[in-house]
């Protein structure tokens, strides 16, 4: 006889019902760790210069100075240095925390823990080549139709300080910071739930953070496979090393008008093609040693309620929604 209870279901169907409701409860608490921080981020980028001028009119400093100073571009060069110090681990520290996620031993604060290190990095580099090349190359599609989705930009400082400057603000901090809120943090708050998932939530999420149509397509491929490094080796380290030198590499382009631009193209373009080439080469590598496999999480709902628990939670949705509207006032 079938040990129904009530509503016809059997007590197995009811046991794992409830199972599937926490485990959406769960994602949800996640979904708010996740992004939370991000919404912090796009209130503090938003008003920081409103908030700095209040604070110099309190001690009597003249808005017109503080304004000029605020436009040197050495200057917000430093002070995007300090943001992303502070609002790329603080707020996510905070929410992971009260999330009850253990920073030390599930965000990646360790040694590769692959036998494949260095060709994951060539994977890894030569896949954000291939990024660059297809998110340029839509961007001309997008503006052959007068589609123009290029977010403003600061002007770079000049000589050797202003270089180094750019370096640290571009490619050594954000190698840092970013992958340790999204590859660490992120990545880690959702692995639970299975490492393909965490690898997809954790691009769209870095991807929707960049906040401009420009660099969000480029952001969530990047994403994509900075987080598949990132499962591979268990680490951050060869992620931190593929981002900054991918970086690197396009800070040295902004510099490099003292050249002749035939030179530039030329150089670059070799790089191109030999960055894809070692990466198509370390994927024959790997490949030869089953290299690719993802752990599946040993959860009751299935992947595709997974994705729409989560895509669909009021956290995604407001962190979502924010910046698409900044996204778009670029547009216009």
Known sequence: MDNFVGGGYTVEEQMRYF????????????????????MVFFFVTLFW???????CAELGLDK????????????????????S????????????????????????????????????????LGFCSFANIAVSAAGRIFQSFGINYSAPKNEDPEGVFGFLLVVVSTA????????????????GLLKPFGEAFAIIA???????????????????LVGLILGFVRAKTNSLVICMLIHAANNFIATLISYSSFAPAALVNILYTVYIMLALTLSVLSVAYLKGKNAFALKKADTVNTLKKTYFNFFL????????LLFMQRAVEYIF
Not at 49 to 55: A, F, G, H, K, W
Not at 71 to 82: D, F, H, K, S, T
Not at 313 to 320: L, Y
Request: net charge neutral; charged share 10%; glycine share 6%.
């Open 313 to 320: 939670s009021p956290a995604f949705i407001i962190f979502f």
């Open 49 to 55: 210069s409103q908030i700095v001028l209040s604070v």
């Open 64 to 83: 017109n100075s503080v304004l000029e100073t605020l436009r040197n571009p050495a200057v917000l060069q430093i002070i995007e240095v300090c943001l």
């Open 202 to 220: 954790s691009a769209a999420v870095f991807g929707v953070l960049h906040g401009n149509f420009d660099q969000i397509p480029f952001a969530f």
């Open 85 to 124: 110090l502070l609002l790329l681990t603080v707020p996510f520290v905070i929410c992971a925390k009260i999330a009850g996620f253990n920073i030390s031993s599930g965000a990646g604060l360790i040694k590769p823990q692959s036998e494949n290190n260095f060709a994951y990095f060539l994977f890894g």
């Open 19 to 38: 199972a599937a409701e926490q485990e959406k409860k769960a994602l949800r608490r996640a979904a708010w760790a996740v992004c939370v921080p991000g």
């Open 172 to 187: 050594i901090v954000p190698a840092l910071v970013e992958e340790f809120a999204f590859r660490g943090i992120v990545f």
